[in-house]
């Protein structure tokens, strides 16, 4: 497959444009979100989301002001009261997408000790083994309870049936775990069920993480059509562009792109970049 065109002006003024598009809140991370149609894709985790921010707060204002809070504990890098508060919606909701975004947290909390270690220490540098200790341990934490959210799926299966939304948690669980051959088996499902959006979505990603970055640009290009748009697509593209010499043109992208909507992975992308661009 040949990368596609890509109009990097045209796609900054499509984003400069989000502004004027309903703006949600994720009912499982609690991030902001651009939502489109009767169900969307998070910006941040990746969760499918068939939910308003009015509807959250009509029906569940304990879902919102917990969320927040959350999320209030993360900016300050505060991860243990983070979990310690979302630990209050896994026990209220018996939802795999929970215990999703709990791995998540962990796995964003081992990034963060990993950010800590330093070589510029004096002595033997025993903070640093502590860090990397740390890093590990949360890690492995994280996968534990990615597997669990994978068994809470299978049991949500057999229970209910299958459906578009939990063969896509099933994706994305697996994709975090690198588990990519199980991936593709939760695609194939996900096919069965004539999904166009979600299965260009997840043949996007899919495609990121085997390193076919024209795949990856091909696919985003189709989500963002009217009536399939992801503001994801964005970011994939940007990070095909990197993945392909074309720094310059993925920072203009991340740059319009973190105006509209503030997420950690387009800043970590953009730091990447910069610093794949000076050494």
């Not at 310059?248 to 800043?267: D, T």
Request: hydrophobic content about 40%.
């Amino acid at each position: 497959m040949r990368f596609p065109l890509v109009s990097v002006g045209g796609y900054v003024r499509l984003i400069g444009q989000l502004g004027s598009v309903q703006r949600t809140m994720c009912c499982y991370c609690g991030n902001e979100n651009v939502a489109s149609g009767d169900y969307w894709i998070c910006f941040h985790c990746e969760s499918v989301n068939r939910a308003t921010l009015l509807s959250m707060k009509l029906n569940d204002q304990g879902l919102v002001s917990t969320l927040l809070e959350v999320n209030r504990y993360l900016l300050g890098n505060e991860y243990l009261n983070a979990i310690n508060e979302y630990q209050k919606l896994v026990a209220r909701y018996n939802e795999p997408e929970m215990l999703y975004n709990t791995g998540l947290i962990y796995m964003q909390y081992s990034n963060y000790q990993v950010s800590l270690i330093r070589y510029d220490r004096k002595g033997f540098m025993e903070e640093n083994s502590l860090y990397r200790e740390e890093a590990s341990a949360l890690a492995s934490k994280a996968k534990l309870i990615l597997n669990k959210a994978s068994a809470m799926c299978q049991a949500k299966i057999k229970e209910n049936g299958r459906n578009e939304f939990i063969d896509h948690t099933i994706f994305m669980i697996n994709i975090k775990l690198g588990r990519l051959k199980s991936a593709i088996v939760a695609l194939d499902s996900q096919e069965n069920h004539n999904n166009e959006f979600l299965v260009n979505y997840e043949h996007m990603v899919l495609s990121a993480e085997t390193k076919d970055y024209a795949a990856t640009a091909s696919y985003a290009t189709k989500l963002l059509q009217k009536g399939m748009f992801s503001a994801n697509a964005f970011y994939y593209i940007a990070w095909a562009l990197f993945k392909t010499g074309r720094s310059k043109e993925a920072l203009e992208l991340l740059s319009a792109l973190g105006k509209e909507l503030q997420g950690g992975n387009v800043l970590a992308l953009a730091q990447e970049i910069q610093k794949a661009t000076t050494i």
